[in-house]
């Protein structure tokens, strides 16, 4: 019996595959709707990030010049984690 199940799911798949309309999924019937009354503004193509605008206009620096610190910080952490753990080796008991 499941292999009959599965030879009439395959059979159902392939007849939904196979057809010649489509009907659009719920949320492109509602996009459709919405868009009708009010269509959207243009959106540029690659648009700047609500958070990267928000720290841009707080006076602080790109986000360039932030990896490198952020950089920096992580080297540095590792630097002085190296440099402990060498003292701890040499240390006298």
């Known amino acids: 019996m ?9 059979f159902d ?11 659009p999924s719920a949320r492109a ?3 459709a ?3 009708k009354e009010n269509p959207p503004g ?3 193509f690659r648009g ?5 605008a928000s ?3 707080s006076g602080r620096s790109s986000g360039r ?4 610190v952020s950089t920096a910080v992580v080297l540095g952490c590792v630097a002085a984690v190296i440099v402990f753990l060498g003292y701890i080796d040499f240390r006298p008991y």
């Open 13 to 23: 798949i392939k007849w939904a595959d196979g057809a010649e309309h489509k009907e």
């Open 29 to 31: 019937r509602m996009l």
């Open 65 to 68: 010049s932030s990896s490198w």
């Open 55 to 57: 720290r841009r206009s």
């Open 42 to 44: 243009p959106v540029p």
């Open 48 to 52: 700047e990030p609500e958070h990267t």
């Open 2 to 10: 499941p292999e009959r199940d599965d030879e009439e799911r395959e």
């Open 33 to 35: 709707a919405r868009w």
